[in-house]
């Protein structure tokens, strides 16, 4: 596992503990990201999209439904949204005889975990933001700027 420091409101954004660290009046707290967050197969990133679109909770056999262009049984459906749940892509809650799944992250969140991961690999940070920045489009960079601002703005230093 790798952890990184946030700061944010005290409490577990991802992964399921954190690293041991208590959360201080600064509201930084230590998260550990599993290695595996990143690691979506092929059908679980097709069941994520499913999900991520998804305005309500789905059981299995809605979200197996969504896959026509897939002859899956709902057995594995089922398997690969325990692993989602497990691996904590996932949250799921009882709903009579079955479970109801729902992203615990947005699709947005994820590819932010992405990109960072990416970044890490990389022995010179700055230098990688800064090929990146220059391949970004104009209103992408507007974006960016944008988001940087409030950050800074807002206190988030």
């Known amino acids: 596992m790798r952890a990184r420091q946030l700061k944010r409101p005290a409490r577990l954004v991802a992964g399921d503990h954190d690293s041991g660290r208590a959360a201080g009046d600064d509201q930084v707290v230590t998260i ?5 967050m990143n690691r979506l197969g092929e059908l679980e990133r097709a ?9 309500d909770q ?8 969504c896959l026509t262009d ?29 479970w109801r799944y729902r992203p615990a992250e947005s699709r947005e969140a ?30 992408e960079a507007e974006a960016l700027r944008a988001a940087l601002e409030a950050f800074s703005g807002g206190g988030g230093d």
Do not use: C
């Open 32 to 36: 550990s990201y599993r290695e595996d």
């Open 47 to 55: 069941i994520m999209e499913v999900l991520w679109v998804a305005p």
């Open 58 to 65: 789905m059981t299995v056999r809605q979200v197996g439904n």
């Open 70 to 98: 897939r002859d899956l049984a709902h057995t594995t459906v089922m398997t690969v949204l325990d692993r989602l749940a497990k691996k904590g892509f996932v949250r799921r809650q009882r709903a009579g005889r079955a």
């Open 110 to 139: 994820y590819v932010a975990e992405l990109m960072l991961t990416a970044l890490d690999q990389t022995g010179d940070r700055q230098a990688a933001l800064t090929r990146f920045a220059r391949s970004v489009s104009g209103s």
